[in-house]
């Protein structure tokens, strides 16, 4: 069985959920979570977007809209 290997967090600053509860989705490739995120940051309602390496347990990437 494969696992997803990152998992994709988005929110607001004004109505942040706060762990895994701001969890969006989980992604098999890097590519496809990457080009969630950039889709993301540009929505209405989404200040802040990370992409975190669940098998480094790493965060690879953050995006804000500040």
Known sequence: MNL????????????PSG????LVQTFYLLSD???RAERMINE???NWVQ???LEKAEVIKDWSSK
């Open 33 to 35: 979570a990457k080009n």
């Open 4 to 15: 997803n290997r990152y998992a994709l967090f988005a929110g607001s600053f004004y109505y």
């Open 51 to 53: 992409l975190v390496d």
């Open 19 to 22: 762990g895994w509860k701001d």
């Open 44 to 46: 209405q309602f989404t």
